[in-house]
């Protein structure tokens, strides 16, 4: 442990921690991450990071997910590593509207029969960000360093009580852990999983759209891999493949690309999100100058919410440092 005190102490390293604690320590505060596992075993690791927010709920979800659009087209215009604009076709199995949050954005036009694949009735063409995980994480982390921040790993936390040793301020990004740490019983683990094949040369993504998380199919180029999913199976909590999982993701995208049916499988990602019925980001007064910020159950939309998020969690928090 380092001998200064942070003016916070950010629970939890995965893309919610860390990007919250990298506005924070921008902003001139000393601040320190604690966590048990590194970035690059977190489930925002495993995630396949389209930028896409119909899989949480909140009130300032379209705000949230807006910002953090902004933010990540002008990464992908600086050049950073794994943060790409991508073409692609969002499609539903039944006819609906185009949502509102799509139509604005950057390429979007209704798409017509000959767009969508078979067994779909409606869907939208739009450019989304998609994110390549492994390295962006670690762009993030050094990001926070260079700022000043502090990275503390290996300790597990019994508490967010444990956790205000070390600062007055806590904010807690803590993900499923929250379940146990706050405890909130309304946050559920749920498994999903990611096949990882050599890319036969798809260029433009392709998603369904489902009302929840569920059984879906998408397909998410990063170069000359493309990451095929999905899948989420509720209650489990251990990130572990399955094979049969596995062979029917790819079994669905095959499908649909043909292509894909013999494409060289690469590896298997998987991890746990953490399902609310909303996001919790508020600010909890505990008395006698002790505060947790909340910053957590954003279900499938981490990465997607994760740069609205963070700026609101530092306005509160300046707020209670009296900035």
Same mark, same amino acid.
């Not at 396949?48 to 087209?73: C, L, M, N, T």
């Not at 790819?250 to 013999?262: G, K, N, Q, T, Y």
């Given at each position: 442990?380092t ?9 939890? +390293?995965?893309?919610?921690? @860390?990007?919250t ?14 966590a ?10 495993a995630?396949?990071?389209i930028?896409d ?7 300032r ?5 807006a910002?953090s ?6 990464l +992908? ?5 794994g ?9 539903s ?19 017509g029969?000959?767009? @969508?694949p ?6 939208w ?8 995980m ?10 926070l360093l ?9 300790s597990?936390l019994?508490?967010?009580?444990? +956790?205000?040793a ?14 146990? /740490?706050?405890?909130d019983p309304e946050v ?9 094949? =050599? ?12 009302d ?10 990063q170069?000359e891999? @493309? ?8 209650g489990?909590?251990?990130p572990?493949?399955? +094979?049969?999982v ?15 049916a013999?494409?060289?499988? /690469?590896?298997h990602?998987t991890?746990?999100?953490?399902s ?8 909890e007064?505990l008395?006698?100058g =002790?505060?947790?910020?909340h ?5 499938g939309?981490g990465?997607? @919410? ?9 306005a ?5 440092l009296g900035?």
């Amino acid at each position: 442990m380092t001998s200064h005190r942070p003016d916070v102490l950010v629970v939890g +390293a995965g893309v919610s921690g @860390l990007t919250t604690g990298v506005r924070l320590a921008e902003s001139d505060l000393r601040v320190r991450i604690r966590a048990l596992k590194e970035p690059a075993e977190t489930s925002s690791a495993a995630a396949g990071a389209i930028w896409d927010p119909i899989y949480a709920k909140h009130p300032r979800v379209e705000f949230w997910a807006a910002r953090s659009y902004q933010v990540f087209e002008a990464l +992908a215009l600086a050049g950073l590593p794994g943060v790409r604009m991508v073409d692609g076709v969002e499609a539903s199995r039944t006819p609906i509207p185009s949502p509102s949050w799509a139509s604005v954005l950057p390429g979007f036009r209704e798409c017509g029969p000959d767009d @969508l694949p078979a067994g779909f009735a409606s869907g939208w063409h739009y450019t989304a960000p998609i994110i390549d995980m492994p390295p962006y994480l670690r762009t993030l982390s050094d990001r926070l360093l260079a700022a000043g921040g502090e990275l503390l790993f290996g300790s597990q936390l019994q508490s967010l009580g444990e +956790a205000l040793a070390d600062a007055d301020v806590v904010v807690n990004c803590s993900g499923v852990g929250a379940r146990d /740490l706050v405890p909130d019983p309304e946050v559920q683990p749920i498994r999903g999983q990611l096949v990882a094949v =050599r890319n036969p040369g798809l260029q433009e993504f392709f998603a369904e759209h489902t009302d929840e998380l569920g059984e879906m199919t998408y397909l998410l180029p990063q170069g000359e891999v @493309l990451l095929l999913g999905g899948s989420a199976e509720k209650g489990e909590a251990e990130p572990v493949p399955v +094979a049969d999982v596995a062979a029917a993701i790819v079994a669905r995208c095959s499908e649909i690309f043909p292509e894909l049916a013999d494409a060289e499988i /690469l590896g298997h990602r998987t991890g746990i999100r953490p399902s609310r019925p909303e996001v919790r980001l508020e600010h909890e007064d505990l008395g006698g100058g =002790r505060h947790i910020v909340h910053n957590y159950g954003h279900s499938g939309a981490g990465v997607s @919410l994760s740069w609205g998020c963070a700026e609101d969690v530092t306005a509160l928090v300046r707020d209670i440092l009296g900035d």
